[in-house]
């Protein structure tokens, strides 16, 4: 949804296109979910507009007796790159907290295999710290390259953010300047993330402009360089 209060893909698919970006992670996508947004496949829809595989993992569905499909709510990953196969975890949330989901994406770049995840932190310690858990975790078992993509809902200083470093890079620390991402109008606060594990060098990292604010939060764009060449 936009600052104007407008939710508009197509503004969406221009910012996309705009980066030149190979892998889009996208928080807060609706699957014909719900009439703000027109009970609109987001994902389908992106992925035909520009071209790309997609891939969606829900944190929310719903089933409606009057819908032949479910209503569903979550993370998607967009992609040039072929994807070879993907998971969603979902996590449920406590009574008033709304769940949260970790997508995992394997993808083929030629020889290359690599993993992104794309996810959403919640709204409460509670469910942040089991997210966060999990991808430690993760981390721990995985040897393929790895990704972290998301809306963080917390700043750089936090635990859930700082407890990655052993593993991850925070591409933003390489930014000059503040790396604000929210909200788009007057960006204040940095809690929207991409991470990477130290199979990568970060050539480029930024904070990506959008003057007509077709989401509430800025996004995060970099490019990333294998460090060993085969």
Same mark, same amino acid.
């Given at each position: 949804?936009?600052?104007?209060?407008?939710?508009?893909?197509?503004?969406?698919? !221009?910012?996309?296109?705009?980066?030149?970006?190979? *892998?889009? &992670? +996208? $928080?807060? =996508?609706?699957? $014909?979910?719900?009439?703000?947004? &027109?009970?609109?496949?987001?994902?389908?829809? @992106?992925?035909?507009? /520009?071209?790309?595989?997609?891939?969606?993992?829900?944190?929310?569905?719903? #089933?409606?007796?009057?819908?032949?499909?479910?209503?569903?709510? &979550?993370?998607?990953?967009?992609?040039?790159?072929?994807?070879?196969?993907?998971?969603?975890? *979902?996590?449920?949330?406590?009574?008033?907290?709304?769940?949260?989901?970790? +997508?995992? =994406?394997? @993808?083929?770049?030629?020889?290359?295999?690599?993993?992104?995840?794309?996810?959403?932190?919640?709204?409460?310690?509670?469910?942040?710290?089991?997210?966060?858990?999990? *991808?430690?975790?993760?981390?721990? #078992? $995985?040897? /393929?390259? /790895?990704? =972290?993509?998301?809306?963080?809902?917390?700043?750089?200083? !936090?635990?859930?953010?700082?407890? @990655?470093?052993?593993?991850? @890079?925070?591409?933003?620390?390489?930014?000059?300047?503040? &790396?604000?991402?929210?909200?788009?109008?007057?960006?204040?606060?940095?809690?929207?993330?991409?991470?990477?594990?130290?199979?990568?060098?970060?050539? =480029?990292?930024?904070?990506?402009?959008?003057?007509?604010?077709?989401?509430? !939060? +800025?996004?995060?764009?970099?490019? /990333?360089?294998?460090?060993?060449?085969?």
């Amino acid at each position: 949804m936009g600052c104007d209060g407008r939710g508009d893909l197509e503004r969406i698919a !221009h910012v996309i296109e705009r980066t030149g970006a190979d *892998i889009v &992670g +996208l $928080n807060e =996508v609706d699957v $014909n979910f719900h009439r703000r947004s &027109g009970f609109v496949d987001q994902v389908s829809w @992106l992925s035909k507009r /520009l071209k790309m595989e997609g891939v969606f993992g829900p944190a929310i569905a719903i #089933k409606d007796p009057l819908r032949h499909t479910k209503r569903q709510y &979550g993370n998607a990953l967009l992609s040039k790159i072929p994807i070879q196969e993907y998971r969603n975890e *979902i996590f449920s949330g406590r009574i008033g907290n709304e769940p949260r989901s970790l +997508l995992r =994406v394997k @993808l083929q770049h030629g020889e290359r295999r690599f993993q992104v995840f794309v996810t959403h932190m919640g709204l409460t310690p509670w469910m942040r710290n089991r997210q966060t858990k999990r *991808i430690v975790e993760l981390c721990h #078992k $995985n040897k /393929l390259p /790895l990704v =972290v993509m998301g809306d963080w809902n917390v700043l750089p200083d !936090h635990s859930e953010v700082q407890c @990655l470093s052993p593993y991850l @890079l925070d591409v933003a620390t390489t930014i000059s300047g503040s &790396g604000f991402t929210y909200p788009c109008k007057a960006p204040r606060k940095r809690i929207d993330y991409i991470f990477c594990s130290f199979h990568f060098q970060v050539n =480029v990292a930024q904070i990506v402009s959008t003057p007509d604010c077709p989401s509430d !939060h +800025l996004p995060v764009y970099c490019e /990333l360089e294998w460090k060993e060449k085969r």
